[in-house]
């Protein structure tokens, strides 16, 4: 392993998030180390960057304190994205989603104490905003949490706290709104709405909306994600450590527009799609009626600038999918 370069942790590394960031930051000239046991994450996703210098993969699960440890060895800064995401896969499993985000995150927690990391950024949740009514989110405003999972993120962050304070451990908590784009998994039972939407539609198949489709959500690019967690791992301003940030673009989009925007774009490459019917079904178990971020916070304190709006990232995440599943 080369010793001049920054060595950055990505937990959760062959996942959809993950991935970006290796590409990112391999890109910028970081060593990136990558602990992941494919649960949920995909070999392809990182099979660019296994026969390179600066990429390293430890298979591994954070479920294993032995695993963090190993993988946190020589490391300047973590970024951990490993989890069990999906609300209702937290409601059909709470325990096991408990080990993995509790559990899992507290292993990640000592061992990046113990291995002195400088700081520790880590994928917290708009979850954690839970049955709050205030919009847009605010980060010192949250409800009670209308979901396992987003119990367990909410877990996450006070944990995250008491290290800062008790160890001294750099922390950042980025709470994400509905993040989208390139390598977003479109199978499976718990895909996210717009790679399923976009395949659904490819394949002249209707999507089926949860209730009436006036939800809202602040639907997040995968660009913008990768700044965000740029801007934490980097910044110099000690009033914006140990602190979570919003995520988003703070803007809100409903899932009929969202559905809108997608044959809109796809039809330029099939105008069949733009014929497809939409169907409705029930509101969703532990459903958030509306999403929608305050992004002040992240501009004063990181210079977070959004990159992309919800046009900009559907458009480029249309033509990736159409590049890639067809």
Same mark, same amino acid.
Request: charged share 30%; net charge negative; glycine share 8%.
């Given at each position: 392993m080369s010793t001049s370069k920054v060595v950055i942790l990505i937990t959760g590394g062959a996942g959809f998030i993950g991935s970006n960031?290796?590409?990112?930051f391999l890109n910028k000239n970081y060593h990136i180390r990558v602990l992941d046991n494919f649960s949920t994450g995909h070999r392809h996703n990182i099979d660019s960057f296994l026969t390179r210098?600066?990429?390293?993969?430890?298979? !591994?699960?954070?479920?294993?304190?032995?695993?963090?440890?190993?993988?946190?060895?020589g490391v300047d800064y973590v970024l951990h994205q490993a989890a069990l995401g999906s609300v209702p896969r937290s409601i059909n499993d709470p325990i096991t989603t408990n080990d993995v985000n509790v559990s899992g995150f507290l292993n990640m927690l000592v061992a990046s104490r113990d291995a002195k990391v400088k700081r520790f950024i880590y994928a917290a949740s708009s979850s954690t905003?839970?049955?709050?009514?205030? #919009?847009?989110?605010?980060?010192?405003? @949250? /409800?009670?949490?209308?979901?396992?999972?987003?119990?367990?993120?909410?877990?996450n962050e006070l944990y995250a706290d008491i290290f800062s304070k008790t160890y001294g451990l750099e922390t950042i908590g980025l709470r994400y709104f509905n993040v989208f784009g390139r390598r977003q998994d479109p199978n499976g039972a718990y895909a996210a709405v717009i790679p399923l939407f976009v395949k659904q539609?490819?394949?002249?198949?209707?999507?089926?909306?949860? /209730?009436? !489709?006036?939800?809202?959500r602040d639907f997040t690019y995968i660009d913008n994600v990768i700044q965000m967690n740029e801007l934490a791992m980097l910044t110099d301003n000690p009033v914006a450590c140990n602190t979570t940030y919003n995520t988003a673009v703070g803007d809100r989009t409903t899932l009929n527009q969202l559905v809108g925007y997608l044959k809109e774009y796809l039809k330029v490459y099939d105008g069949r799609i733009a014929n497809v019917e939409i169907n409705y079904g029930?509101?969703?178990? /532990?459903?958030?009626?509306?999403?929608?971020?305050? @992004?002040?916070?992240?501009?004063?304190? #990181?210079?977070?600038?959004?990159?992309?709006? @919800?046009?900009? !990232?559907?458009?480029e995440s249309v033509n990736w999918y159409w590049e890639n599943l067809k």
């Open positions: 960031l290796c590409e990112y210098d600066d990429f390293e993969l430890i298979e !591994g699960d954070i479920r294993s304190l032995d695993d963090c440890v190993r993988a946190c060895v905003y839970g049955d709050s009514k205030s #919009l847009p989110k605010v980060e010192d405003v @949250i /409800g009670k949490p209308l979901s396992p999972y987003a119990i367990t993120k909410y877990v539609l490819m394949d002249l198949q209707s999507p089926v909306i949860n /209730g009436t !489709g006036e939800y809202s029930p509101a969703r178990q /532990g459903d958030i009626p509306h999403s929608l971020a305050s @992004i002040d916070k992240a501009k004063d304190l #990181l210079g977070y600038k959004p990159s992309h709006d @919800i046009e900009e !990232g559907l458009r």
